[in-house]
């Protein structure tokens, strides 16, 4: 079977559900290590699977073969708790056949397991069709014939030592014990590489690696009849990126702040509850963007595929809003961007081969597009304009079919490179929160609450004490309206997570958003306590 | 076991195959082999059509590997010798290279546990086709009134085994199915929901979670401001499931010890033997637990009984690790693999015909901790959400985000349902929850949600 399918005629593919454009060719490597090509024998698999699924009758199909390896160290105080690797391996295959998916995947690499998956999708997917009343077709996506692409990183953290890195975490955590009335502290450092070809019947292959990491340090405070106890957590970011970026963060030196803010959490006021300006730190912020503007500006949501479980979103219909919903006011640009450096969605293509790209999502406060993939972009081209995908397909692994992910979502700084104090400077009574807290939003990404980490009042202009018990609810489209001042570039930083759930079987995508400092009038303060 | 002709996921003989074969090439003092095996099947659908449907098989083996106190892991899909053997190699020379863990107790020998079979035929043998009728009664039945239907059927089947160097080996296979259904007015403006979890297809009724999320759809349809405030509430089944599922993590000692839970007793130690909740409240778990069995062993292969964690509001258990019992002179005790609370005899009409003037909930989303310290959560009222008086259902009313203490909650139930296995958040086949439905005295809807 491997040979029936010979590199010609592989390139020669066209899926009938979409055209394919003028090739893109080899990508240039966009780190700085050279991005690895395919391996002989998975680029052999690749293309025995979508051979046979042709055979099967699919008008469209895409393979990934992908490995995943995690490993992870974990610690509270003086001692480790877990010290993990794991590596998962197989192949995933979407067919479309008369319009309708089916989707099959299989740890077991073997020729024969590889042809009998790739059939059962088509088999799958002509089942469907029997009772799907509405055809889906794809929209054309450039050939990328030779792809390659790996996260920019300088120091892979596989070849760090587990030794070296909970010599590390002990280090931090001495740190943290070292400060009067901290008890416990948990931390830990994840590291992903994930490596995936994919090949569609369009006759795009690309190769991809990625590198990403996530540290995390967690301090508890404990008062000393046992009556009270508070955390701060330092709300690290996961990251794009190498061991250099843990290097970096000097968790040592910097878990003192963290600790000491714990203690002060225990015998800080408890808020007032009411009406309050707030300035929100990056590493706050990128959590609201995520949930409400990140999970409300993806198109699936707004055509209803979600409605069973994450929601719909109020961002629709789509020929009632785009171009018309005032989101913010006129300085306020959002943008979704595959490109950002350091972004734990970036990356060279999407699953469905659709390169890496930046677009307006907000443009000057009014909402302008939604995020993409090559199923669903035909449902608004007729008002955009736009008639190719966004690049918005992931998959999480093997056993997973591609299906809408947010890239990157990112709020734009103000043009003038305002620092955090000019922000803060503009409120005469306010709370300044940080890090990322309890999070909870509705199916429709209306009403949301957000607490936080450490909680700072704003008198005058100045950060004056720590308040506690602090979270904010607000209803979207006027929270992004009482934006009233944003951060310069300088202020500009990420926030990520590796675990955005969403889909049935649920599936997980890393994200990172980016966004300045920024202020925000009259917002609703409730006492959690 | 039930009869069945196709199995998925590894057979006992297998599974100890492939344990033997990792224990053979070990050399560390002890090893633990941990095998996941079987099969995913799902069907989704949204806007009235299949959108998307698959399989998918898993096999996963982890190596645990110990020197002295030093612990590490590697978990490996690939099942060949060379691959297993780099696992084991991996997982030594993790180990030998990780700090020590003072925690660490040595592996378990052989253990006695309680005989459950978790796994039905009529989930395993669950085909493509099957899973399509069923997802099409709640096509029909959607458009039977115009509206949009939107479902996942979940299906999960095989096995789980541990074995140790010190000859333990357990062995567990079960299945899970779940079945959700959403179903939308065009205009956007109303939203029924209705779903069934199990380990047996058999108690899955397609045809009654069609009617029942039209019927929400229908009812909820033309829905009316009500202000946010405390309101009596009356919780059907799987709100409640939604609810108290966040609570199960709270039943840890160590944390209850350690002064960072509700549990904890101000001044040190817990509040084992308190009165927390209200009478009629009791919390147990049973691996047994028909159509929501779970496995009798934990990953280290600690048997898991059945447990009485609160009885008659008073808490009665708490969960021990290996370590901790030591510690607190106890035995170890994991934590509940499922979630089975007390009830009574009280229909929904009951609750409802008792109510003056209180909100009936359908389910929850989003559902957050707020503070553990008091165990409250957040989260927000979803498909289908009605305003009570006088003993009657009045409108359908609009959403609202809940600021709530569990802990509260518990001591307000007035009335309670015959409890049942229900449907999560997720609608994908999860921890079981068996639980009733609730009247309570107060339930805090802090602010309007404008989502359906």
């Given at each position: 079977?491997?040979?029936?399918?010979?590199?010609?005629?592989?390139?020669?593919?066209?899926?009938?559900?979409?055209?394919?454009?003028?090739?893109?060719?080899?990508?240039?490597?966009?780190?700085?290590?050279?991005?690895?090509?395919?391996?002989?024998?998975?680029?052999?698999?690749?293309?025995?699977?979508?051979?046979?699924?042709?055979?099967?009758?699919?008008?469209?199909?895409?393979?990934?073969?992908?490995?995943?390896?995690?490993?992870?160290?974990?610690?509270?105080?003086?001692?480790?708790?877990?010290?993990?690797?794991?590596?998962?391996?197989?192949?995933?295959?979407?067919?479309?056949?008369?319009?309708a998916w089916g989707f099959a995947a299989t740890r077991d690499l073997a020729k024969e397991s590889v042809v009998r998956t790739a059939k059962e999708a088509a088999g799958i997917a002509a089942a469907n069709s029997k009772i799907n009343p509405v055809k889906t077709t794809l929209a054309p996506a450039v050939k990328t014939s030779d792809g390659r692409w790996m996260t920019p990183h300088q120091i892979d953290p596989f070849t760090i030592p587990i030794e070296e890195k909970a010599q590390l975490l002990f280090k931090t955590n001495e740190a943290a014990l070292g400060v009067r009335g901290v008890r416990f502290v948990n931390s830990s450092v994840s590291s992903v590489r994930d490596s995936r070809l994919l090949g569609t019947s369009d006759g795009s292959l690309i190769q991809q690696t990625f590198i990403r990491i996530a540290p995390s340090v967690n301090v508890t405070a404990v008062s000393a009849d046992n009556s009270d106890f508070q955390t701060r957590n330092a709300a690290l970011?996961?990251?794009?990126?190498?061991?250099?970026?843990?290097?970096?963060?000097?968790?040592?030196?910097?878990?003192?702040?963290?600790?000491?803010?714990?203690?002060?959490?225990?015998?800080?006021?408890?808020?007032?509850?009411?009406?309050?300006?707030?300035?929100?730190?990056?590493?706050?912020?990128?959590?609201?963007?995520?949930?409400?503007?990140?999970?409300?500006?993806?198109?699936?949501r707004a055509l209803g595929y979600e409605a069973n479980y994450a929601g719909t979103t109020f961002l629709a219909p789509p020929a009632k809003v785009l171009q018309k919903f005032k989101f913010g006011p006129e300085f306020m640009n959002v943008n979704g961007n595959r490109n950002e450096p350091g972004g734990c969605a970036t990356c060279g293509w999407d699953d469905e081969g659709v390169a890496a790209q930046s677009w307006p999502i907000v443009e000057k406060g009014i909402l302008v597009d939604y995020q993409t993939t090559r199923e669903l972009v035909g449902s608004i081209s007729e008002i955009t304009k736009i008639r190719e995908s966004h690049g918005c397909a992931y998959g999480q692994d093997?056993?997973?079919?591609?299906?809408?992910?947010?890239?990157?979502?990112?709020?734009?700084?103000?043009?003038?490179?305002?620092?955090?104090?000019?922000?803060?400077?503009?409120?005469?009574?306010?709370?300044?929160?940080?890090?990322?807290?309890?999070?909870?939003?509705?199916?429709?990404?209306?009403?949301?609450?957000?607490?936080?980490?450490?909680?700072?009042?704003?008198?005058?202009?100045?950060?004056?004490?720590?308040?506690?018990?602090?979270?904010?609810?607000?209803?979207?489209?006027?929270?992004?309206?009482?934006?009233?001042?944003?951060?310069?570039?300088?202020?500009?930083?990420?926030?990520?997570?590796?675990?955005?759930?969403?889909?049935?079987?649920?599936?997980?995508?890393?994200?990172?958003?980016?966004?300045?400092?920024?202020?925000?009038?009259?917002?609703?303060?409730?006492?959690?306590? | 076991m039930?009869?069945?002709?196709?199995?998925?996921?590894?057979?006992?003989?297998?599974?100890?195959?492939?344990?033997?074969?990792?224990?053979?090439?070990?050399?560390?003092?002890h090893t633990r082999v941990n095998i996941e095996s079987g099969i995913r099947g799902f069907t989704r659908t949204a806007v009235n059509r299949v959108t998307t449907a698959g399989v998918a098989d898993s096999l996963s083996v982890t190596v645990t590997s110990v020197f002295g106190k030093r612990v590490a892991s590697v978990s490996t899909n690939r099942l060949d010798?060379?691959?297993?053997?780099?696992?084991?190699?991996?997982?030594?020379?993790?180990?030998?290279?990780?700090?020590?863990?003072?925690?660490?107790?040595?592996?378990?020998?052989?253990?006695?546990?309680?005989?459950?079979?978790?796994?039905?035929?009529?989930?395993?043998e669950l085909t493509t086709e099957t899973r399509a009728r069923a997802a099409r009664l709640g096509i029909?039945?959607?458009?039977?009134?115009?509206?949009?239907?939107?479902?996942?059927?979940?299906?999960?089947?095989?096995?789980?085994?541990?074995?140790?160097?010190?000859?333990?080996?357990?062995?567990?296979?079960?299945?899970?199915?779940?079945s959700t259904l959403t179903v939308r007015t065009p205009d956007g403006l109303s939203s029924g929901w209705a779903g069934d979890e199990g380990s047996d297809w058999n108690t899955i009724e397609s045809s009654r979670i069609a009617e029942d999320a039209v019927r929400k759809c229908q009812q909820w349809r033309g829905k009316t401001l009500l202000e946010p405030g405390k309101y009596e509430a009356v919780l059907e089944p799987a709100a409640v499931g939604m609810l108290l599922e966040n609570m199960m993590g709270?039943?840890?000692?160590?944390?209850?010890?350690?002064?960072?839970?509700?549990?904890?007793?101000?001044?040190?130690?817990?509040?084992?033997?308190?009165?927390?909740?209200?009478?009629?409240?009791?919390?147990?778990?049973?691996?047994?637990?028909?159509?929501?069995?779970?496995?009798?062993?934990?990953?280290?292969?600690?048997?898991?009984?059945?447990?009485?964690?609160?009885?008659?509001?008073?808490?009665k258990t708490l969960s021990y690790s290996r370590f901790w019992a030591e510690r607190q002179a106890t035995s170890a005790r994991p934590p509940a693999g499922n979630f089975i609370m007390s009830g009574g005899n009280a229909t929904?009409?009951?609750?409802?015909?008792?109510?003056?003037?209180?909100?009936?909930?359908?389910?929850?989303?989003?559902?957050?901790?707020?503070?553990?310290?008091?165990?409250?959560?957040?989260?927000?009222?979803?498909?289908?959400?009605?305003?009570?008086?006088?003993?009657?259902?009045?409108?359908?009313?609009?959403?609202?985000?809940?600021?709530?203490?569990?802990?509260?909650?518990?001591?307000?139930?007035?009335?309670?349902?015959?409890?049942?296995?229900?449907?999560?958040?997720?609608?994908?086949?999860?921890?079981?929850?068996?639980?009733?439905?609730?009247?309570?005295?107060?339930?805090?809807?802090?602010?309007?949600?404008?989502?359906?």
């Amino acid at each position: 079977m491997q040979d029936r399918i010979g590199r010609r005629e592989f390139v020669k593919m066209t899926g009938a559900a979409g055209a394919v454009l003028a090739g893109a060719g080899v990508q240039p490597p966009a780190g700085q290590k050279p991005a690895p090509g395919p391996d002989a024998s998975e680029r052999d698999i690749v293309l025995l699977a979508l051979d046979a699924a042709k055979s099967a009758g699919a008008d469209y199909a895409d393979v990934r073969v992908v490995r995943v390896n995690n490993e992870s160290v974990s610690t509270r105080e003086r001692q480790i708790t877990n010290v993990g690797k794991s590596e998962t391996y197989g192949i995933g295959v979407r067919a479309l056949v008369r319009g309708a998916w089916g989707f099959a995947a299989t740890r077991d690499l073997a020729k024969e397991s590889v042809v009998r998956t790739a059939k059962e999708a088509a088999g799958i997917a002509a089942a469907n069709s029997k009772i799907n009343p509405v055809k889906t077709t794809l929209a054309p996506a450039v050939k990328t014939s030779d792809g390659r692409w790996m996260t920019p990183h300088q120091i892979d953290p596989f070849t760090i030592p587990i030794e070296e890195k909970a010599q590390l975490l002990f280090k931090t955590n001495e740190a943290a014990l070292g400060v009067r009335g901290v008890r416990f502290v948990n931390s830990s450092v994840s590291s992903v590489r994930d490596s995936r070809l994919l090949g569609t019947s369009d006759g795009s292959l690309i190769q991809q690696t990625f590198i990403r990491i996530a540290p995390s340090v967690n301090v508890t405070a404990v008062s000393a009849d046992n009556s009270d106890f508070q955390t701060r957590n330092a709300a690290l970011v996961p990251m794009g990126a190498g061991w250099e970026y843990v290097i970096g963060l000097d968790m040592p030196a910097n878990v003192l702040r963290w600790a000491e803010e714990a203690v002060m959490k225990l015998t800080a006021v408890s808020v007032t509850p009411g009406v309050w300006d707030v300035v929100l730190h990056p590493s706050h912020l990128w959590l609201t963007i995520h949930e409400s503007i990140g999970h409300s500006t993806e198109l699936d949501r707004a055509l209803g595929y979600e409605a069973n479980y994450a929601g719909t979103t109020f961002l629709a219909p789509p020929a009632k809003v785009l171009q018309k919903f005032k989101f913010g006011p006129e300085f306020m640009n959002v943008n979704g961007n595959r490109n950002e450096p350091g972004g734990c969605a970036t990356c060279g293509w999407d699953d469905e081969g659709v390169a890496a790209q930046s677009w307006p999502i907000v443009e000057k406060g009014i909402l302008v597009d939604y995020q993409t993939t090559r199923e669903l972009v035909g449902s608004i081209s007729e008002i955009t304009k736009i008639r190719e995908s966004h690049g918005c397909a992931y998959g999480q692994d093997w056993s997973s079919i591609p299906f809408p992910r947010m890239p990157n979502v990112s709020l734009m700084p103000n043009s003038r490179d305002l620092s955090e104090e000019d922000v803060i400077g503009d409120v005469q009574r306010g709370i300044y929160i940080e890090g990322d807290g309890s999070y909870s939003i509705d199916q429709q990404r209306y009403n949301f609450q957000f607490g936080g980490q450490a909680f700072w009042e704003i008198r005058d202009g100045r950060r004056v004490r720590m308040l506690r018990d602090v979270a904010y609810q607000a209803r979207t489209p006027e929270f992004w309206n009482s934006l009233a001042l944003i951060g310069g570039r300088r202020t500009y930083r990420l926030g990520a997570t590796f675990s955005d759930g969403k889909g049935q079987p649920s599936q997980l995508n890393a994200v990172s958003h980016g966004c300045p400092i920024a202020l925000f009038r009259n917002v609703n303060v409730i006492n959690t306590a | 076991m039930q009869n069945t002709t196709t199995r998925h996921g590894l057979t006992a003989p297998e599974a100890r195959e492939l344990c033997d074969r990792v224990l053979r090439f070990a050399k560390a003092d002890h090893t633990r082999v941990n095998i996941e095996s079987g099969i995913r099947g799902f069907t989704r659908t949204a806007v009235n059509r299949v959108t998307t449907a698959g399989v998918a098989d898993s096999l996963s083996v982890t190596v645990t590997s110990v020197f002295g106190k030093r612990v590490a892991s590697v978990s490996t899909n690939r099942l060949d010798d060379a691959a297993l053997q780099r696992a084991v190699r991996d997982a030594e020379e993790l180990a030998k290279i990780s700090p020590e863990n003072p925690e660490y107790l040595p592996e378990l020998g052989e253990q006695q546990y309680v005989a459950v079979d978790g796994y039905y035929a009529s989930t395993g043998e669950l085909t493509t086709e099957t899973r399509a009728r069923a997802a099409r009664l709640g096509i029909q039945a959607a458009e039977a009134i115009k509206a949009s239907a939107s479902g996942f059927i979940d299906v999960q089947a095989g096995s789980t085994a541990v074995a140790t160097s010190n000859k333990l080996f357990a062995y567990y296979s079960r299945t899970g199915v779940a079945s959700t259904l959403t179903v939308r007015t065009p205009d956007g403006l109303s939203s029924g929901w209705a779903g069934d979890e199990g380990s047996d297809w058999n108690t899955i009724e397609s045809s009654r979670i069609a009617e029942d999320a039209v019927r929400k759809c229908q009812q909820w349809r033309g829905k009316t401001l009500l202000e946010p405030g405390k309101y009596e509430a009356v919780l059907e089944p799987a709100a409640v499931g939604m609810l108290l599922e966040n609570m199960m993590g709270a039943f840890d000692a160590r944390a209850a010890d350690e002064g960072r839970s509700f549990f904890s007793k101000p001044g040190g130690g817990n509040r084992l033997g308190e009165k927390l909740f209200d009478e009629k409240v009791s919390i147990l778990s049973d691996p047994a637990e028909k159509n929501a069995e779970t496995s009798p062993f934990t990953g280290a292969g600690l048997p898991v009984r059945r447990e009485v964690w609160v009885e008659k509001g008073v808490l009665k258990t708490l969960s021990y690790s290996r370590f901790w019992a030591e510690r607190q002179a106890t035995s170890a005790r994991p934590p509940a693999g499922n979630f089975i609370m007390s009830g009574g005899n009280a229909t929904l009409e009951d609750m409802i015909k008792e109510t003056k003037r209180g909100v009936l909930i359908t389910r929850f989303f989003y559902i957050r901790s707020l503070n553990p310290r008091i165990l409250s959560f957040t989260g927000l009222t979803r498909d289908g959400t009605f305003l009570i008086e006088n003993g009657r259902i009045q409108r359908p009313v609009n959403n609202f985000r809940f600021n709530q203490s569990l802990a509260a909650l518990l001591s307000s139930i007035e009335m309670m349902g015959r409890p049942g296995r229900v449907a999560n958040e997720a609608g994908s086949v999860g921890r079981p929850i068996v639980v009733p439905a609730l009247k309570v005295r107060e339930f805090n809807l802090a602010s309007i949600s404008d989502a359906v």
